[in-house]
């Protein structure tokens, strides 16, 4: 099968923010207890926190990294997360139905964002608390000092402020399975109410707007809608969350829906303006896409694990080789959304839905999902490119016209590179792929590299990486009449980064 691409120096579609590469640590399973935080472990530094993990998270060089929740914030005191370790409360966590120690929080999150050099995205409770609560948590991180919350701060040993940018409105406020979920109408009014009080306390902090769950929720569009119209002035970013789930074995469709992705990015976008022009407004509330990944391999162990355990296993997807296919083609969709899409977390970072695993006492792995992610963190920096692809489409059980080709491409000027992403979504057939990248002079192709398994069912463990990158060669880049001609040929099911050097 044959494809074309053409990128132009001109033809931007904006610049990727850097948080676009941010990722999810919930109290939830094992992503903080025996994940990030192991105290004992030989690995663990003198604040319990797992090296090896740390080294893992840190060559995926994730941005920023949202906390607590997720589901368990709708039902979290914070307050119970600082202080003295030994007189934090062991409460029950009715979303996760779990136990919940307390011995780790706020600060000692904070210690380890600054530790795998992340950026804190914080979420506050707006299921069991409100607006009170909220304003109090931007005082304790945020104000430097002088006041009671800030003081508290300091008296639990950390001085200067934690200075968090961004703080998230809740989370999933539509779902029936919120911890006291609301209609549309209550969440954006306590939405409204928190968001004004929290940004009294610190103006210089940007808010997420809670949208839809999925694009599949019966009030998806109302909801926006009606949040939007009462929060817009004082919201920055509305939230977008979308798994998907692959339990037919049917991967044409299955990749396919990225499709999904973007027409959901597109929809969301354009409710954002109508209230925008309804509003009269100057202002653009930008999308924050805060839970995006593959999730379903767990949903049935999870069904036997005892109730009120203490970080137990939950959400332990062991991802496939076609999971890895799925992940790229989300981050592409991303990328070609940069314009509107500002942030986006990988949901989540470690044991839960990740793609670093850890084994108690034992080792920190690789998933499959790992590497697509790690491409594009690693050279998806800089100016979105506009990438018009000429192949063949499909159709599938959900999905009409899925190109056989996802592409996106980036260009960074300080590094004097052009890197390109592609899904080859032919299960069957190696595409050769022409580009045609015009507008930057000479150009020389750097590496090739791709990800693919004969087997879409491969899978990585602790012991052995079935799934990880080769460097192809074979690829020809020529320089002809002020434009460059890259040749190079996808292999069958394959992630692709092609990096190109501007001379
Ligand atoms: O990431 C797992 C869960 O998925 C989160 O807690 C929730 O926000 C979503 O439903």
């Given at each position: 099968m044959k494809a074309n691409i053409t990128l132009h120096k001109e033809f931007s579609i904006g610049e990727t923010d850097k948080r676009l590469y941010g990722s999810f640590i919930e109290h939830l399973g094992r992503a903080v207890y025996t994940g990030i935080y192991e105290p004992?472990?030989?690995?663990?530094?003198s604040e319990g926190f797992r090296n090896d993990v740390a080294a893992l998270v840190k060559e995926l060089d994730v941005s920023v990294i949202r906390y607590?929740?997720?589901?368990?914030?709708?039902?979290?005191?914070?307050?119970?997360?600082?202080?003295?370790k030994e007189l934090r409360p062991v409460r029950l966590d009715?979303?996760?139905a779990t136990k919940e120690s307390?011995?780790?929080?706020t600060n000692e999150f904070a210690a380890w964002t600054k530790k795998v050099n992340a950026e804190m995205m914080m979420a506050v409770n707006l299921?069991?608390?409100?607006?009170q609560e909220a304003r109090n948590f931007v005082e304790y991180c945020n104000f430097p000092g002088g006041t009671y919350w800030s003081d508290l701060r300091r008296k639990h040993g950390?001085?200067?402020?934690?200075?968090?940018k961004l703080w998230c409105l809740?989370?999933?406020?539509?779902?029936?399975?919120?911890?006291c979920g609301r209609t549309a109408e209550e969440y954006g009014r306590i939405a409204l109410e928190a968001a004004k009080v929290m940004k009294w306390t610190d103006p210089s902090i940007e808010l997420v707007a809670c949208g839809s769950?999925?694009?599949?929720?019966?009030?998806f569009g109302d909801w926006e809608k009606t949040v939007l119209e009462h929060v817009y002035d004082h919201a920055d970013y509305v939230s977008l969350h979308m798994y998907l789930a692959n339990h037919e074995n049917d991967i044409p469709n299955f990749l396919g829906r990225s499709l999904e992705m973007d027409n959901f990015i597109k929809t969301v976008a354009g409710i954002c303006d109508l209230v925008k022009v309804k509003k009269n407004s100057r202002k653009t509330v930008n999308l924050s896409f805060d839970e995006w990944n593959v999730w379903y391999h767990s949903n049935n162990a999870d069904r036997k694990i005892e109730k009120w355990?203490?970080?137990?296993?939950?959400?332990e997807d062991i991802y496939t080789m076609a999971d890895a296919l799925a992940a790229g083609c989300l981050l592409i969709t991303l990328l070609k959304n940069a314009d509107r899409v500002k942030i986006a977390c990988?949901?989540?970072?470690?044991?839960?839905?990740?793609p670093v695993m850890t084994e108690k006492s034992g080792s920190a792995w690789r998933q499959t999902i790992f590497y697509p992610f790690m491409d594009a963190s690693g050279f998806g920096r800089g100016t979105a490119l506009r990438c018009p692809v000429t192949v063949d489409k499909y159709d599938s059980r959900e999905f009409?016209?899925?190109?056989?080709i996802e592409a996106a491409g980036v260009h960074n000027r300080e590094k004097n590179e052009i890197n390109i992403f592609t899904v080859?979504?032919?299960?069957g057939e190696a595409v050769n792929l022409d580009a045609q990248i015009a507008g930057f002079g000479n150009i020389s192709l750097v590496e090739h590299r791709a990800l693919y398994n004969n087997d879409l069912q491969a899978c990585n463990s602790a012991s052995e990486e079935k799934v990880k990158p080769k460097v192809l060669s074979g690829g020809r880049c020529e320089n002809r009449s002020g434009s460059a001609f890259l040749e190079i040929a996808l292999p069958p099911a394959s992630w692709n980064l092609v990096r190109l050097k501007i001379l």
């Open positions: 004992g472990h030989p690995k663990a530094d607590p929740g997720g589901n368990f914030v709708s039902g979290y005191n914070w307050e119970d997360g600082t202080g003295p009715l979303a996760w307390n011995s780790f929080g299921g069991t608390r409100g607006p950390v001085n200067d402020p934690h200075r968090i809740g989370n999933e406020m539509d779902g029936p399975w919120q911890i769950s999925h694009m599949r929720m019966p009030t355990s203490e970080a137990p296993p939950l959400l990988l949901a989540q970072l470690v044991n839960v839905i990740a009409c016209d899925v190109p056989y080859n979504r032919n299960l």
